[in-house]
Every structure is written in structure tokens, then in C-alpha cells.
């Protein structure tokens, strides 16, 4: 999405008769797809939903007399409400819908509502009503929220002359359709090698066991991650991970070739028409970074911090190669994760597949859920009979003492076509009283058979626990009077801290001593692996970082020059080479399947800038047990529950008492030379 009214979730929800007339019924509030709609049905909902925006705005026209907040925020708040729906189903339908056609046409409708979300960013009879409405009596959410509203107002271009707001209107609309274009092109995507049995020696039996020779003794190895990170970290044969790591990196080529190209083309005569020199300054100015520059040199004090703990890390990598190859001169990117796994066995005896046993996805699923009601404060309710789009997503309420919060999905498991990594999606806005928040968990996490628990990398837990943050931000966060400042609508450069955050509670034997059992013995984790997970895990941090940083540079610097200019394969190179101990692979276009440049633009910043905060978050909580003391409640009451209905500087120092410091991370980085 490109307009910057909160019109933009990250994705769904269908329930139109969610009305004033339901506030006494949110206990009944019927689950997603309850009706199990025909595309059809999909269709005419969407065209609803934007019916009923339109009708509210046309009585924030209609006001005949003083603006109050009744009579124009309201009906504005209602339009944003509906749109947003809209706009969360038919993202969400184009990622996980297991029919391409209902894909397809679910991305149509996608573009659909986001070019009525344009056209209404570009309406000065909204604004003009928006502006006039007198906030001095008005509650301090209510203030922040017209505020915030009136700046993405003049961000669309809302005060330019007509023929300016119509050729506005008209990049939008165009790129709203590249933007669902690059991602459908990665998602549908899904590549893959073919072997035979000696080519996976070194990967767990488990593994061995779902990836059986065909009739012709051939295997398929896909780039989907519950087969790639396996490889990757455990395949012994070099030419097995170069192979099935070149096809990840180039998903979405050529395809996205003339995508990306026409987006960035886009991006840049919508910034310059706004008033700015770039996408990359124009995309900061609502957020808390401000402006491109602060991100620029956000990017390089980052690379300043890592480099010297990078360069450690690639020399005990490079000379863990050199065991095998004593010539060896680099450690390049489609071996950084053996050889990684090869340092922490012989540096820090550690071997990542001996905590696996340790996290069958059932029990890391019920885990989660229990370690976050307790840390959250609330309870986890199965919700029985609910049948979705595909027989493995479930349907969870949330409670507080018996009050309904919300509604949580998990679409866990990966199947064709569907979204390939793992994200949180909006369902439905709280709006206190009138409508429960919704949301879902989509990922891609190893599946459980017969014989088969569906054992989990340490990695992909703590994928689950980001995710799940993000979820239950959006959860706690939407009990406001207002759909537009509910959930996760803060200032989107804050929106990782809290999933950031959560991640950090698997550093705690505490936490884990709760779920963490082997999935034969039952036997719980014992207390001096996790100390040598822990310590093992803080390998690579530095690498990480410079890692992150790169796709952060990368999706900057492809937004900050003459868009006519750009070879993004060369930025690529560039900035990986500048900001990385590793050079690009050969023949890869890392950029094609690098989706955050669809939705992020030139923000992926946003993860490192919320890195920062959460760990500076994370010294507030017991490090006995982060689930203690008054901690829990507290974040979740000064942090979460107010959604955006504040700055997220104000969220940040209300539960700090200062503004984010960098202290935490250097000392987080610096953790695996200060272990004994």
C-alpha cells in the first residue's frame, strides 16, 4: 500500500454485521470464514464493505454546522474500519487461499480497495472536515489520532492542486498492482533440486524420513524453509547447499525484474510530486526515525558496532573451513550457516540438532501459548467446530478472566502457493465495544504425521515467539474507540520492538524448563544445554547484524537514487561487499525474492531501529525469570494496550523512563566473547 492514512494493515476480515447494534453480542462474534464464502461471495463482500466506507463519508461531507467529533471522526473512524477489512481479507486470500484463481482474484480485489483508499487520501473534503473538527476538549488518543491523520492527509499530496492529486492518484493506483504482483510472484515461486539419497548425508533422520526417494530414486528438495535451513545448516555436501541456496535467492526472477523496476519508478514521481528529493525521505517522515538521513546514518553507526565482532566471527569460520580445504580464502554465503553450526559444535560444544528433539511443533505450540498467558495475562481457548480454508489452520479465543480479548488463527504449515515465510496478518480492528481484533499467525513450520512430531530448529521457535508478538500487540493493543489507532497503527519503524522483544524469552532457562521436553522421554531440557545453547546461540550475532544491516542499506539505497539509475543487482553486490564480511553469490538476484521491498520500500531498517528497543526493553524483566514480578503487566499495560493511540516515543519512555539506548545491543553482541 502507498497511501499513508491507516488505511494499510499487513492484511484481513469479512464480518460486515459488526455493527453498534453488536456491542452487547462481541461474545458471539462469528469466526473468520464462518460463512466459507465462494470468490464470488468474496467479491460482493469486498464491494460492501467499500459501499458502507463510502456511505459514511458522505455524511462527514453532508455536515450541515460546527465539525465535532461525533459527527466527522466518527464516520471517518467507520470508513477506515471497513475499508481496512476489506483490504485485511483480500491480502490475507492472495497469500494463503490453496485455489490460484481465488489468489488471483483476491489480489484484483486487493487493488481494488487501495485505489479507494487512495482516492480518499486525496479528497480535500475530508481533510478540510478532518482539520476543522476543534480538539481541544478532546481525549489525548483522539487528538494524536486527527493529528496523525492530517499529516498522511498532506503526505498523499491532499492540499497539491487537482491535476497533481489526480496524477497522485494515478501512480498509487498502479503501484498498489506492483506491489501485489512482486509478492504473488514470489510466493508462487517455489523451486526446488532434485537428489538422491547419498546427497543428504548429515541431515537429521527425521528429515531423512518426510523426504523419501520417488519410483526414478530422485528427491525433491524445495526452497520452502522447513526444507532449505535444514540444508543449509546440515547438508555435507557443499554442492547440495550451493545449488538449493542459489535457486532461494533467485525466487521471483526475471518475473520481478520489470516489477521492482516500475515500482521504484513509481515510488520516486510520487515522492518528488509530495515535495521530496527521494522515496527513502519521503517514507521517513512519519516515522520515528524522521527523515532519510537519520536513517542513512542509523545504517552506518550499525555498521561501525559490528564490524569488529563480525570480523572475529568470519576468521573462526573461515579457519573451521580450513579444517577441510586448508586452502580456503572465504567463507561465502551458501556456507555460512554450516560452518557455523561446525564452529558452535567445536568451539562451543553445541550441536543444534541435539536441542531439536526438544521441540516437537505440537508442544512448542501449546508451549508458547502457556508461557504467554502468564507473561500476557491472559487464557488460550481452542475454539471448537471451526473449519477454515485448510483443514490444519485453528481458531484460538483470547481471554482475560473470562472476558473475551479477541481471536487469534494459525495457518502454520506449508502447502503450494502459499505465502513462504512467516508474518502475522490483521483480521479485524478492535474498536472498543463494537468489534473484537482478530488476527493470524501465517508461517511455514514443519507439519507433524505419523510418526513424525514435527521437530523444530531453535531458529524456527524463536520465529514462532516473534510472530506471536506481533500478534498479541495487535490483540492487546485493540480495545480502542477508534478502528485507526487499534492494534499495530503506531508510527510502522516501531511495529518489530515487541515481536523483538518476546523472541528474547527463549534466552531463559526459566522459560524454556516450561515447555522445552523430549519428545520420546518427556524428559525436560537439561539446564546445562540451554547454558551451552546460549551460550553457542551468541555466535554469529555480529554476522547477523551486518547481515540485516545490508538489507536494510539495500532496500535505502534502491530508494534514495534517480530511480532510472538503479541496477539493483549492483546495489546488491555493493552494499553486501561494503557492509558484510560475504560476497554475493554468482549468478543470484537476491533483490527478486527480497518481498520486504514490496511492503517495507526503504524501511527494512525498521527491524535493526526495533532491535535496539527490544533488547533495551527485555533489561526491564527479571533475568531469573522474565514471567516474574510486576514487569509482565506493566509492559503490557504501558507498551501494548494503548495501540497507537500514542507516539511510539511516548511507548518507549513511558515503559523505559528515557528514550531507546544502544547499550543493550553492544552488550548483546558483544555476549559470545564476554561467556567464560
Not at 507439519?447 to 523444530?456: E, I, K
Not at 500514542?646 to 518507549?652: F, K, T
Request: charged share 20%; aromatic share 10%; hydrophobic share 45%.
Amino acid at each position: 500500500m502507498t497511501q499513508r492514512l491507516h488505511f494499510a494493515g499487513l492484511a484481513f476480515g469479512l464480518s460486515l454485521a459488526l455493527t453498534a447494534a453488536h456491542a452487547a453480542t462481541l461474545s458471539v462474534q462469528p469466526p473468520l470464514w464462518a460463512d466459507h464464502p465462494s470468490v464470488e461471495r468474496f467479491e460482493r463482500g469486498v464491494d460492501e464493505h467499500i459501499a458502507r466506507a463510502q456511505q459514511r463519508l458522505e455524511q462527514l461531507r453532508r455536515v450541515d454546522g460546527a465539525r465535532t467529533v461525533e459527527n466527522t471522526v466518527a464516520p471517518y473512524d467507520e470508513a477506515v474500519r471497513h475499508l481496512n477489512t476489506a483490504v485485511y481479507l483480500a491480502n490475507l486470500l492472495q497469500q494463503v487461499h490453496p485455489d490460484a484463481r481465488f489468489r488471483d482474484r483476491a489480489t484484483s480485489a486487493f487493488v481494488k480497495v487501495s485505489s479507494v483508499q487512495t482516492a480518499i487520501s486525496l479528497d480535500p473534503s475530508i481533510y478540510r472536515g478532518l482539520a476543522a473538527v476543534p480538539l481541544g476538549r478532546a481525549d489525548q488518543a483522539t487528538r494524536h489520532y486527527v493529528e496523525r491523520q492530517l499529516l498522511e492527509f498532506r503526505l498523499a499530496g491532499v492540499d497539491k492542486d487537482p491535476a497533481t492529486r489526480e496524477r497522485l492518484k494515478s501512480l498509487n493506483d498502479e503501484l498498489s498492482q506492483q506491489v501485489a504482483d512482486f509478492d504473488r510472484n514470489i510466493s508462487d515461486d517455489v523451486r526446488h533440486v532434485e537428489v538422491v539419497a547419498t546427497d543428504l548425508a548429515g541431515l537429521p533422520p527425521d528429515f531423512l524420513a518426510r523426504h523419501p526417494p520417488g519410483p526414478d530414486g530422485k528427491i525433491a528438495i524445495t526452497t520452502a524453509y522447513p526444507d532449505l535451513i535444514p540444508v543449509l545448516s546440515f547438508a555435507s555436501a557443499a554442492s547440495l547447499r550451493r545449488e538449493l541456496f542459489t535457486q532461494f535467492l533467485n525466487r521471483g526472477y526475471p518475473k520481478n525484474g520489470p516489477v521492482l523496476a516500475r515500482m521504484l519508478a513509481l515510488r520516486e514521481q510520487i515522492a518528488t510530486l509530495v515535495g521530496y528529493h527521494n522515496w527513502a525521505d519521503y517514507y521517513a517522515a512519519d516515522k520515528m526515525a524522521g527523515s532519510g538521513a537519520t536513517v542513512g546514518a542509523f545504517i552506518e553507526a550499525i555498521a561501525r558496532t559490528a564490524r569488529p565482532g563480525a570480523a572475529r566471527e568470519y576468521e573462526l569460520l573461515l579457519t573451521e573451513k580450513r579444517h577441510a580445504d586448508p586452502a580456503a580464502e572465504a567463507v561465502s554465503p551458501d556456507e555460512k550457516r554450516y560452518y557455523s553450526e561446525l564452529v558452535r559444535r567445536s568451539t562451543f560444544d553445541f550441536d543444534s540438532q541435539s536441542v531439536r528433539p526438544y521441540f516437537p511443533y505440537a508442544q512448542v505450540k501449546q508451549g508458547l501459548l502457556d508461557v504467554a498467558a502468564v507473561f500476557f495475562g491472559v487464557q488460550f481457548e481452542r475454539e471448537p467446530g471451526v473449519t477454515l480454508w485448510d483443514p490444519a489452520v485453528e481458531a484460538w479465543r483470547v481471554l482475560d478472566h473470562g472476558r473475551l480479548l479477541g481471536r487469534v488463527y494459525l495457518d502454520m504449515h506449508p502447502r503450494p502457493g502459499k505465502f513462504s515465510h512467516a508474518e502475522m496478518v490483521p483480521v479485524l480492528d478492535g474498536v472498543r465495544g463494537r468489534q473484537l481484533p482478530e488476527g493470524i499467525l501465517v508461517c511455514n513450520f514443519p507439519q507433524p504425521a505419523a510418526g513424525d512430531p514435527g521437530l523444530m530448529a531453535y531458529d524456527d521457535v524463536q520465529t514462532f515467539f516473534h510472530e506471536f508478538g506481533h500478534l498479541m500487540h495487535h490483540v492487546l493493543g485493540g480495545a480502542q474507540r477508534w478502528a485507526g489507532i487499534s492494534g499495530i497503527t503506531m508510527e510502522s519503524d516501531f511495529v518489530e520492538a515487541p515481536s523483538q522483544m518476546l523472541e528474547e524469552l527463549l534466552r531463559s532457562p526459566a522459560v524454556l524448563a516450561r515447555f522445552a521436553r523430549h519428545y520420546q522421554t518427556g524428559a525436560p531440557i537439561p539446564a546445562e544445554l540451554v547454558a551451552r545453547m546460549n551460550r553457542a546461540a551468541a555466535f554469529g550475532r555480529a554476522g547477523w547484524l551486518e547481515g540485516q544491516n545490508a538489507y536494510a542499506a539495500i532496500s535505502y539505497d534502491l530508494h534514495r537514487v534517480p530511480a532510472s539509475a538503479v541496477d539493483p543487482d549492483a546495489v546488491v553486490a555493493a552494499d553486501v561487499a561494503r557492509l558484510t564480511m560475504l560476497r554475493p553469490l554468482a549468478d543470484t538476484h537476491e533483490w527478486a525474492g527480497f518481498g520486504h521491498l514490496a511492503g517495507y520500500s526503504s524501511a527494512y531498517y525498521t527491524y535493526l531501529w526495533d532491535k535496539v528497543i527490544a533488547l533495551d526493553f527485555f533489561q526491564q524483566f527479571s533475568a531469573a525469570d522474565p514471567l516474574a514480578g510486576d514487569a509482565p503487566a506493566r509492559y503490557r499495560r504501558v507498551v501494548l494496550e494503548p495501540g497507537g493511540s500514542a507516539s511510539a516515543a511516548d511507548l518507549v519512555r513511558g515503559f523505559l523512563g528515557r528514550p531507546q539506548s544502544p547499550e543493550a545491543l553492544e552488550r548483546w553482541i558483544g555476549a559470545e566473547f564476554a561467556s567464560p
